[in-house]
């Protein structure tokens, strides 16, 4: 099978670590991966501002980008769905955005739904699951505590079959984080003090290690950890995943 | 314009304040989780409701004249307000007419919204709120923080001082049931010294011509069964098409608000009670805009349940005050624009989109996508700063060219860490930042392609 990675510019610049372990992931299980290299960003910082005019050509070059490629992979949450749940908010008459939104998944997705793999290997520490929101309440990676429907997660499924891993149990397992795109800057003090509280429940549950399916939320958390001079470390369920079925 | 983060930098900064606000509308966000989970058909409710809401409003003419014709056959008497000028003149207008110079009040948004009290004040009417928390923060001559815990800001001590100040309790007071006994006691008087109610409206029954007010102390009761004159004030979008129509969001908005299964009074007021005389003032102030706009409509859905505030982190964290309007919070910040837009251009960016709202809502406003779609309006009408839209214009020019994305990058890597703390690096450390990008190492890496 073959996947073209959609990479976040973030990460693509800030954490090529977490790019290159979706790479690594995704041959372990036997796909092909290709790497589009005229891509740069979804466009969802000008989105989320209000900014949509800037947002568009910047999604249409998105589809020109992937349009040649069977499946698109993206290891954030937040970014596949910008895709799927808002690039219709910004190409409404876009004949070939419906092609691009059927094809683009979320890493978890992929893993769990498409390659449906329950990956086998050993990783023993304590770990605390940081439930982005946009994966989990717009992607539904996983039932949300709002909602009263039969309880399941898709990230939590990739990991529990990890030997040796204790997925702790936080107070409130899918509380926003507070880093939110440009409101971590605009909404510093808030945006800060619903880091620290997060934190502080993965602190309590004992977690050694916080892992999400979103590295904007953890290098907002990392951030919060190291200034505070917190043990915690963050990981990234790409690198997580590679790293225990080495 | 309501500057939402400054007015929140200063609520994080009492950090014993920050946390016990935080833990105790996290406390009724999870009642409410413990009382929905006893109702298996929940989801179906939520949209049940969502889809009586959708009717109702697409409907609204028809059945505001088919409840005015009710309520006018039950013995009510009903006003039309284009806008809170005009309520506030019918309100004032029926309460001059009868000599009223005391009135007492339990608990309405809209009032609020409509600036009533301060409007009675300064023609010489005495305004008493009867809600306990709406009376803590008359005393305290503040806004609501919260549409269903008005005073869920302060603590007890506080409000042992307040009271002893307003009250005469005893100096260092703060027992919860003593205060609450002392309140009920000053309100008993008011209460038997009103000449008229004046109630909000949680529901309106289309086919009956009733109007429904849901309390926790039986407040709206005291101050419509005392007094000679009930006035209720309502917005067009409260109809519910009949009984049967109206069990469904009694089921959902106790659950919803406050974790109980029902609010303690459900009053049902078809038409007055003998020998006095029940007014219903029907008011637009914005709504009918808001139902025009297709997008934006479901928000009229809102039956006022607080849940959306409760769940929302950035509400707990910046406490209702920092929203600057009658209704904070999610749905506050959905609708204060269309009244405002330019006053108000702030609050849509008062959220990390997280989307709990969207989740917790019972009637399935969709709250967070609207305030995504309002923060692309208020940028469409140029009510977003300029230095944001330089950012983006720039982001926009380099995004589209993949050579200047990576030299923007590599010097980004470069000089980022060099910058003074200030933004992100003021309370967080940057990443340690990589020496090449994902797509140098991806290119320069040997092996499986």
Redesign the interface.
């Known amino acids: 099978m073959e996947v073209a990675l959609f990479?976040p510019?973030y990460?693509?610049?800030?954490?090529?670590?977490v790019?290159?372990a979706t790479?690594e992931l995704l041959?372990r299980y036997g796909v092909?991966?290709?790497?589009p290299?005229?891509?740069?960003?979804c466009?969802q910082?000008?989105?989320?501002?209000?900014?949509?005019?800037?947002?568009r050509?910047?999604a249409r070059?998105m589809i020109d980008v992937f349009e040649s490629y069977p499946h698109v992979v993206c290891p954030s949450g937040s970014c596949t769905s910008m895709v799927r749940n808002?690039y219709p908010?910004l190409l409404a008459s876009e004949p070939r955005l419906e092609a691009l939104r059927g094809k683009t998944l979320e890493l978890c997705e992929f893993l769990h739904d498409v390659l449906k793999v329950r990956p086998a290997g050993r990783f023993a520490h304590k770990v605390g699951l940081h439930q982005s929101?946009?994966g989990?309440?717009?992607l539904r990676l996983g039932s949300?505590?709002?909602?009263?429907?039969p309880a399941f997660s898709k990230t939590r499924a990739l990991l529990e079959g990890l030997e040796g891993i204790e997925l702790v149990e936080l107070a409130?397992p899918?509380?926003?984080c507070?880093?939110?795109?440009?409101?971590?800057?605009?909404?510093?003090?808030?945006?800060?003090?619903?880091?620290r509280?997060r934190i502080a429940d993965h602190e309590r549950a004992g977690a050694e290690i916080i892992t999400a399916a979103d590295i904007s939320c953890l290098?907002?958390m990392?951030?919060?950890i190291?200034?505070d001079g917190k043990k915690q470390r963050v990981l990234h369920i790409a690198e997580l995943l590679l790293e225990a079925t080495a | 314009m309501i500057d939402?983060?400054a007015r929140?930098?200063t609520f994080?900064?009492d950090e014993v304040r920050?946390?016990w606000h935080?833990k105790a509308v996290?406390f009724v966000r999870q009642k409410r989780?413990l009382a929905?989970?006893v109702?298996?058909e929940?989801?179906e409710l939520r949209t049940l409701a969502s889809q009586i809401k959708a009717h109702t409003l697409s409907r609204l003419a028809d059945y505001l004249e088919e409840f005015e014709k009710k309520a006018l056959a039950a013995g009510a008497q009903v006003h039309w307000a284009r806008d809170a000028d005009e309520h506030n003149l019918i309100v004032h207008g029926l309460l001059q007419a009868r000599g009223v110079t005391r009135l007492v009040k339990s608990k309405s948004m809209l009032t609020e919204d409509c600036g009533l009290n301060p409007y009675l004040e300064a023609r010489g009417i005495e305004v008493v709120d009867t809600d306990l928390g709406e009376r803590i923060v008359q005393f305290r001559h503040e806004p609501p923080s919260h549409i269903v815990m008005p005073a869920i800001h302060l603590r007890k001590e506080e409000i042992g001082v307040l009271f002893h100040e307003r009250l005469g309790t005893p100096v260092g007071l703060a027992d919860p049931r003593a205060l609450t006994e002392a309140a009920r006691q000053h309100l008993r008087a008011k209460f038997l010294g009103a000449q008229a109610g004046l109630t909000g409206v949680n529901f309106a029954i289309a086919s009956t011509g009733g109007v429904v007010v849901c309390t926790n102390e039986g407040n709206a009761d005291l101050g419509t069964a005392l007094p000679p004159l009930h006035i209720a004030c309502m917005g067009v979008e409260k109809l519910v098409p009949g009984p049967r129509e109206l069990g469904v969001f009694l089921r959902l908005l106790a659950r919803s608000a406050t974790g109980q299964a029902i609010t303690t009074y459900t009053s049902h007021y078809h038409g007055p009670r003998p020998g006095a005389e029940l007014h219903i003032v029907i008011v637009d102030h914005g709504r009918s805009g808001i139902l025009a706009r297709k997008e934006f409509r479901r928000a009229l859905q809102c039956i006022r349940c607080g849940a959306c505030l409760n769940?929302c982190?950035?509400y707990r964290?910046?406490g209702g005050h920092s929203y600057g309007v009658a209704v904070a919070g999610p749905i506050g910040s959905v609708l204060a624009p269309h009244l405002d837009a330019k006053k108000n251009a702030g609050l849509?960016?008062?959220?990390?989109?997280?989307?709990?709202c969207?989740?917790?809502c019972p009637v399935r406003i969709d709250l967070h996508h609207q305030l995504?779609?309002?923060?692309?309006?208020?940028?469409?009408r140029g009510l977003?700063p300029l230095g944001?839209?330089f950012?983006?214009?720039v982001?926009?020019w380099?995004?589209?060219r993949?050579w200047a994305?990576r030299l923007f990058?590599k010097l980004?890597?470069i000089f980022a860490p060099l910058l003074p703390r200030s933004?992100?690096?003021?309370?967080?450390?940057?990443?340690p930042?990589?020496r090449?990008?994902?797509?140098?190492?991806?290119?320069n890496?040997a092996g499986?392609?």
């Not at chain 2, 933004?423 to 990443?431: A, D, I, K, N």
Request: contains cysteine; neutral net charge.
């Open positions: 990479i510019c990460m693509d610049q800030l954490y090529p670590r790019a290159m790479a041959e092909t991966v290709r790497f290299e005229a891509q740069t960003c466009g910082p000008m989105a989320n501002s209000g900014f949509f005019d800037d947002a050509p910047v070059k808002h908010d929101c946009h989990l309440r717009e949300g505590s709002e909602r009263l429907v409130r899918d509380d926003c507070g880093f939110g795109g440009t409101f971590a800057v605009a909404e510093e003090a808030v945006s800060c003090a619903m880091g509280d290098m907002h990392d951030g919060l190291r200034r | 939402h983060a929140a930098k994080v900064e920050l946390h935080d996290w989780d929905r989970a109702l298996p929940w989801e769940t982190p950035v964290h910046s849509p960016f008062a959220s990390t989109l997280c989307g709990s969207t989740d917790v995504l779609l309002w923060r692309g309006e208020l940028a469409a977003v944001k839209r950012v983006s214009r982001g926009r380099v995004l589209l993949t994305y990058g980004a890597r933004g992100w690096t003021r309370q967080r450390e940057l990443p930042m990589p090449e990008s994902f797509r140098a190492q991806w290119r890496r499986p392609r």
